[in-house]
């Protein structure tokens, strides 16, 4: 029997309100960077997602230049164009309107629409989970910019492994597969060896390179059985 897909309206709601945590901890890591509260505010509401502003403030923080850290967001927020054909079949109307719904596009609301078995409620999904995190990543980032005066240095919270905590969240699955822990182990091996002589934040930059090999090796018959499923 098909287990019944989770309602997403509870779904959209549960995630958003968890995302607003993550937000606030994005505030004060921006804080701690020497970003201003607006500036901090304006790239939550701007950039619109998280993985790749942890990783401009994580750059920044780390004493990396603006350019390593927009170098490495933009190679992390290309991913969100693949979600385009996932959930372009959830919504309809003139282009403008689509236009402005491709700003929700992130991986939550994608990961919602997708679960959903028909066009309804994939809609739902998609928008209610899309504006909610919108609404909570910047209230979230608000209050942590605010507070960060307040926290001080986030590494005595721990606050500082947020962004390497996103980052294999967001690689775990993949490495299910072989082309995924092949990108994995040459990223590492590349990132860990150019390490002491580029500057910071050089390195995430370079790790792309990685998927050259993967692409190349072949994929196990068992994997593609899996993905098939």
């Known amino acids: ?15 958003s309100l968890a995302i607003g945590f993550v937000g606030i901890t994005f505030g004060v890591l921006a804080s701690s960077a020497g970003l201003s509260v607006l500036q901090a505010c304006a790239m939550s ?5 998280g993985a790749s502003q942890f990783a401009v403030v994580g750059v920044l923080a780390g ?4 350019l390593a850290g927009v170098g490495a967001a933009v190679l992390l927020a290309a ?3 693949l979600y385009g054909p996932i959930v372009a079949p959830s919504l309809d109307g003139p282009w403008w309107k689509r236009a402005a ?36 990543w910047n209230v979230g980032t608000a209050i942590g910019a605010l ?22 969240a967001l690689l775990a699955p993949h490495l299910r597969h072989v082309r995924g822990r092949t990108a ?32 190349l090796r072949p994929v196990p018959s068992h994997d593609v059985e899996e993905q098939d499923r």
């Open 45 to 49: 509401l701007l950039v619109f997602t």
């Open 79 to 81: 991913r969100n164009t």
């Open 147 to 168: 507070a960060g005066d307040v926290v001080g240095d986030p590494n005595r919270f721990g606050l500082d492994a947020a962004f390497p905590a996103v980052s294999l």
């Open 184 to 215: 994995a182990f040459v990223a590492a091996a590349l990132s860990l060896t150019v390490v002491p002589v580029v500057p910071v934040g050089v390195p995430v930059l370079l790790a792309v390179l990685a998927i050259v090999p993967a692409a």
């Open 63 to 66: 004493g990396g230049t603006l």
């Open 1 to 15: 029997m098909t287990p019944e897909p989770a309602d997403p309206t509870r779904a959209g709601i549960v995630i």
């Open 101 to 136: 719904l491709a700003h929700l596009v992130i991986d939550e609301s994608t990961g919602v629409a997708a679960a959903q078995p028909d066009r309804a409620t994939a809609r739902k999904g998609f928008l209610v989970t899309g504006i909610g995190v919108l609404v909570c």
